[in-house]
C-alpha cells in the first residue's frame, strides 16, 4: 500500500476498528468510525469540486471536526493547510492568499473577523458551529449542512502518489512573512514510521495533543498515534490544573511538549497519580534547562525522557536516546532513522568533531521546498552535500540555519542561529514579520524587533520604538499591538526611544540593542 496520509486511517479501521483514535472532551471516535466519517466527507468535497491539489485552510483549535478535515481532504486529493488558531486575521489573510485557498473550514468566532478583502481567495467557508447561507463574497455552509449534502453520483477518489503533495505547513522566515512548507504525503508517512521506530510507542497508549495542528510536532501526534494503533486525545493548554485533570481523567500514557510548556509543569505541583501513569515524554523546539529535566524525571519516575530536534523543513531531524542524557545532558542527540544529518562548515566540507557548522539534513524526511517561493527554495534547498561529485545528483538537502557542533561520538549540540530569527516558546519568529505588521501602528515611526534571554520562553521580544511625537506612550503601542498580533510573538516590552542606530550596511544594528538590554527584562522579571 502507498505511503499516502489517509491510509493510516484506512489500516488502522481494518486492524484496529473498534479502538479509540481520537477524543475530545467527551467525544470519541474508534478507528473504524473516524475513516467511514472522512471517506463520507471526502466525497462531500468532491461535491464542491475539489480537485487534486486544490488547497484547503483549517484554522480551528484541536476539534474532532479538524481532524476529519485533514483526513478527508487528504482523501479527495486536495493539499491541506493547517492555520494556527492563535493568528489573527491579518496573518491568516497572507496564508489564504499565500497558497490561494478556495475553501476555509473555521468557526463564526474567527470568521467574523475577517474583511471582505482578507478573504477573496475564498468560494466556500465551513463554519463547524454556523448557519448556511450565501454571502457576496463567498458561501457559507455549516458543517452539518455539508456533512450532509445529498451527493447525485458515487464518487471516486482520485488515484494519489505517495511523491503527491498532502500539506502545507506555514512556518516564519528568516524574512518578512511565514513560508508554506511543501509536505508530500511520503514525508508525513515516513516521518510517523521514523519517529515510532525509536519512540516505545504501542497501540495501548494514550497521547495527549496540546500543541496547535500548525505546528509539524503537533501535527505528528495524530500520526504516531494512527501508526501503531494508539488513541490521541485532543486539549486545549489553558491551566495546570486542569491539564492534569485531563490526563487523569483520560488516563493518559505519554506526553509532548515545547520548553515554555515543560517549564512551567517542572515547576508545579504533581498529582501522585498523574506521573506514575506516563510511560514517556517527548520535548523539541528548544533546549530543556537541566534542571527542568531532572524535575520532570523526579515527578514522572516511571517515565523515559526524549529529547529531539527538528525543522519544519524536514519534520524530525535527530533524538537523544534517554539512555545518554546523564552523560550528555546539553545534547540534542543523533539522526533519527531514515536521515543522514551532516555539519557542514564554510568551506562545504563536513566539520570535525567540535567544529562549528550547519546542520544540513538529508533524506526521504526532506521536503519538497516552499510554495510559491522558488528563490527561499533554492537558498534552503540543494544538492546534498555527500553527492556532489557523483552521479547521478538525486537527492536534495535542506540547510536548517543552525549552527551545531558534533563531539567524538557524533553526538550535536546547539551553538546559535545563522541568521537574525527569535526562538520563542518553541517558535522561530522572525523580526521583521514583527516589524512589518506593527508598522501598521500609526504612532510608530520605526521600531526593531529583538530578542532577549528569557527563563521560561527561551526568548521574550523586545520592541525598540521611536514614536512620531512624545505623546505616545508604552501603553498605547502594547495595546495596539495586542490587536494586530497572536500572543507568541507580542513583545514582552516596548522601550522608547530617539535613535535607533544602524550598522555600516545602514541597517538596524540589533547587535547594540541585543548588548545593551539583554538582561534589563530578566530583572523586571525578578522584581515582579
Known sequence: ????????????????????????????????????????????????????????????????????????????????????????????SHILH???????????????????????????????????????????????????????????????????????????????????????HNNLITGAQSVST?????????????????????????????????SCYLTEYVFTQELFKVILQQEITTLALVPPLWITLANCKWPDKVGHQIRYFCNTGGSMPTTTLNTLRQVMPNAKPYLMYGLTEAFRSCYLPPEEIDKRPTSFGHAIPNARIMVINEDGAECAPHEHGELVHCGPLVSQGYWNDHEKTQQRFKIAPHQLNEQPLTELAVWSGDMVKKDEDGYLYFVGRKDDMIKTSGYRVSPQEVEDTLFHIEEIKEVVIIGVPHPTLGQALIAIVIPQDDSTSTLDISRQSRELLPNYILPAQVVLTNNLPRNSNGKFDRGYWQTKYKNIYLENIDKE
Open 198 to 230: 525509536y519512540l516505545p510507542c504501542v497501540s495501548s497508549d494514550k497521547m495527549l495533543a496540546v500543541l496547535p495542528f500548525s505546528f509539524d510536532y503537533g501535527f505528528s501526534q495524530l500520526t504516531v498515534a494512527f501508526s501503531v494503533g494508539a
Open 98 to 184: 499565500d497558497c490561494d485557498a478556495k475553501i476555509l473550514i473555521t468557526n463564526q468566532a474567527r470568521f467574523s473577523s475577517f474583511t471582505p478583502a482578507e478573504i477573496a481567495t475564498l468560494d466556500h467557508v465551513i463554519l463547524i458551529d454556523g448557519h448556511s447561507k450565501e454571502l457576496a463574497e463567498v458561501t457559507l455552509w455549516s458543517w452539518r449542512d455539508f456533512i450532509t449534502q445529498p451527493l447525485n453520483q458515487p464518487q471516486k477518489l482520485p488515484q494519489l502518489l505517495d511523491t503527491d503533495i498532502a500539506a502545507i505547513f506555514y512556518t516564519s522566515g528568516s524574512t518578512g512573512h511565514p513560508k508554506g512548507v511543501v509536505l508530500s
Open 1 to 92: 500500500m502507498l505511503n499516502l496520509l489517509h491510509n493510516l486511517l484506512l489500516q488502522g479501521a481494518k486492524k484496529f476498528p473498534s479502538a479509540n483514535a481520537v477524543g475530545c472532551k467527551n467525544t470519541w471516535l474508534t478507528y473504524q468510525e473516524l475513516a467511514t466519517s472522512c471517506l463520507q466527507i471526502s466525497h462531500c468535497f468532491s461535491a464542491l469540486n475539489v480537485v487534486q491539489g486544490q488547497r484547503i485552510a483549517v484554522y480551528l483549535p484541536k476539534t474532532i471536526e479538524s481532524v476529519l478535515s485533514y483526513f478527508s481532504i487528504s482523501l479527495c486529493g486536495g493539499i491541506f493547510v493547517p492555520v494556527n488558531p492563535i493568528l489573527k486575521s491579518r496573518q491568516v
